[in-house]
C-alpha cells in the first residue's frame, strides 16, 4: 500500500440521503408492515407511466375519440398499457439488478457504435418532446387567457424547481403528487354523459377498425401507440431505480409500481377518448387539434366545467412529462460522461447532470415561443418519430434482459421473452406499416 494515499472510498452525500432511505424500508419490512413498504417503494413505475400520458399523447387520445369514437380504440389503448408493462418491469428489473443506468450498460455491453446510437436516438427525441411539453402548457393555460410567455416561464420555472431540491425523495413525491392529477379526466369523462353500456360492448367485442386500414387511421393507430410506449421511458425508469437504491428484494413492490402506474395512466387515456367521443359524427375532428381548441368544441357538450379541466388536464401533462423527460436526459447525459448522476446530489456536485436538465429544458420552452411555430404538426409527429424510433431500442433492452453474466438469476423467464417478442413484433409492424402508407398509399386505399 502506498503511504500517504487514501484509498477508502468517500462517502458522499448520495450516499448518506439514499441511505437514509433504505433505512426506512429496512425496518418497514422489518416490521411487516406492507402498505408502510409498498409506499415506500413505489415511484419510478408510477411516474413512468403517467409521464408518458403527456401533451401529445393526450391530445392523440383527444383526436382518436373525436374522430373514430369508443368502438375499436379503448380495448386497443389497453393493450398499448399492456405492452408498456411489459416493456418497463424489463428496464426496472435490469436496474435493481445492476443498479447501473440504461445508457452506461448499453455503452458497456454494446460499445460505442450502439450507445451513441441510443443516445443520440434518445436525446433527439428527448428534445423534441420537450417542445411538445410546453405546448401542451401553453394550450391548456392558454384557454384560461394566460399570455403564452407567462405559461412557458412558469412551467419552467416549476421543472427547474423540482429539480434543485437536492432530494430524490422530495422530488419523487412532488411529482407524484403532481402526476395524480393526470386522472383528471375522469371527471371529464363523466361530464360528457358516456353511455357505460356501449363502453361495455366495446370493450367485450373489440369491433373493427373504423373505416379499414387507411393511412389516416393509421396515423392515428402508431401515435396512440407511441403514446404508450419511448425510448425515455426506459433510460427514466432504469436509472430512477437506481437512484432510488432499489434492490431485487424490491421486485414484487416494483412490479406493482408499475403496474398501478399502467393502469392509472390507461384510465386517464380511456376518459380522454370518451370525453372527446362528443364529437364523434360532427364533424368536430377532421384533423388533430390544439388542446385549446379541443376544449372549446367540447364545452358546448359538456359545459364550461369539463372544458376548464380538460384544458388543465392537458397543462398538467406538459408539465408532469417535462419533469420527467428532462430528467432522463440527465441521467443518460451524466453516465456517460461521468460525474454525479443523482437527484440525491447538490447542483455543484454534479454540474454536468444538472446542465443538461437546464439547459435542453430551457432551449425546448424558448422554441415553443417562436411565433408561427406549426404547433399542431409538431404534438402529432413526435409520438410517430416515437414508434419508429422505439423497435432498435427495445431490441437493445431485450437483450440487457437476457445477458445472463449482468442479471444473473434475473434474467428474463421465457415468459418475458414471449412477451417482449411480441411487443417488439407488434411495433416493428406498426411502424413499417405507417412508413408504407406515406411511401405507398396506394396499399392502403390513399
Request: proline share 5%.
Amino acid at each position: 500500500m502506498t503511504a500517504g494515499v487514501d484509498i477508502e472510498p468517500r462517502i458522499t452525500s448520495e450516499d448518506r440521503r439514499r441511505a437514509i432511505d433504505r433505512q426506512r424500508v429496512w425496518a418497514a419490512r422489518r416490521r411487516g408492515s406492507r402498505l408502510q413498504l409498498l409506499w415506500l417503494l413505489i415511484g419510478p413505475g408510477v411516474l413512468v407511466m403517467l409521464g408518458e400520458n403527456d401533451a401529445p399523447s393526450m391530445l392523440s387520445y383527444a383526436a382518436t375519440g373525436a374522430q373514430f369514437g369508443i368502438g375499436f380504440f379503448l380495448p386497443f389503448v389497453v393493450l398499448t398499457f399492456a405492452m408498456a408493462y411489459v416493456v418497463q418491469e424489463m428496464a426496472f428489473r435490469i436496474g435493481a439488478a445492476t443498479h447501473r443506468g440504461h445508457a452506461e450498460l448499453i455503452f458497456d455491453r454494446f460499445g460505442p457504435f450502439w450507445g451513441w446510437f441510443a443516445m443520440s436516438d434518445l436525446l433527439l427525441g428527448n428534445f423534441l418532446t420537450l417542445i411538445t411539453e410546453f405546448i401542451g402548457v401553453r394550450a391548456g393555460l392558454g384557454f384560461f387567457g394566460v399570455p403564452p410567455y407567462a405559461a412557458v416561464i412558469g412551467a419552467l420555472a416549476v421543472v427547474v424547481a423540482l429539480a434543485l431540491t437536492g432530494r430524490y425523495w422530495t422530488w419523487e413525491r412532488i411529482a407524484m403528487g403532481l402526476a395524480i392529477f393526470n386522472l383528471i379526466f375522469v371527471p371529464v369523462a363523466l361530464l360528457a354523459r358516456p353511455d357505460f353500456a356501449a363502453i361495455g360492448h366495446a370493450f367485450l367485442t373489440w369491433g373493427p377498425l373504423p373505416g379499414g386500414i387507411q393511412p389516416s387511421t393509421l396515423l392515428i393507430l402508431v401515435a396512440d401507440i407511441g403514446a404508450t410506449v419511448t425510448p425515455w421511458m426506459l433510460f427514466f425508469q432504469q436509472s430512477a431505480v437506481v437512484d432510488k437504491g432499489l434492490t431485487p428484494a424490491d421486485l414484487r413492490q416494483g412490479r406493482i409500481d408499475t403496474a398501478l402506474g399502467a393502469g392509472l395512466a390507461a384510465l386517464a387515456a380511456i376518459a380522454t377518448i370518451v370525453a372527446t367521443s362528443v364529437l364523434f359524427g360532427h364533424g368536430g375532428s377532421a384533423r388533430l387539434q390544439a388542446a385549446a381548441q379541443f376544449a372549446g368544441a367540447i364545452e358546448p357538450h359538456i359545459g364550461r366545467v369539463g372544458a376548464s379541466l380538460f384544458a388543465l388536464g392537458i397543462f398538467e401533462a406538459g408539465l408532469v412529462a417535462a419533469i420527467t423527460i428532462s430528467i432522463s436526459s440527465a441521467y443518460a447525459f451524466s453516465e456517460v460522461f461521468g460525474g454525479g448522476h443523482s437527484l440525491n446530489r447538490r447542483v455543484r456536485e454534479a454540474p454536468p447532470f444538472y446542465g443538461v436538465l437546464l439547459l435542453m429544458t430551457m432551449i425546448a420552452a424558448a422554441f415553443v415561443l417562436i411565433p408561427h411555430l406549426p404547433l399542431e404538426f409538431v404534438v402529432l409527429i413526435v409520438n410517430v418519430v416515437a414508434v419508429l424510433a422505439m423497435p432498435p431500442a427495445l431490441l437493445l433492452l431485450y437483450l440487457l434482459a437476457n445477458d445472463g453474466d449482468l442479471m444473473g438469476r434475473w434474467r428474463n423467464t421465457q415468459l418475458s421473452n414471449a412477451l417482449a417478442t411480441t411487443v417488439v413484433v407488434f411495433l416493428i409492424t406498426a411502424g413499417v406499416g405507417f412508413a408504407l402508407s406515406v411511401l405507398v398509399p396506394k396499399l392502403f386505399g390513399g
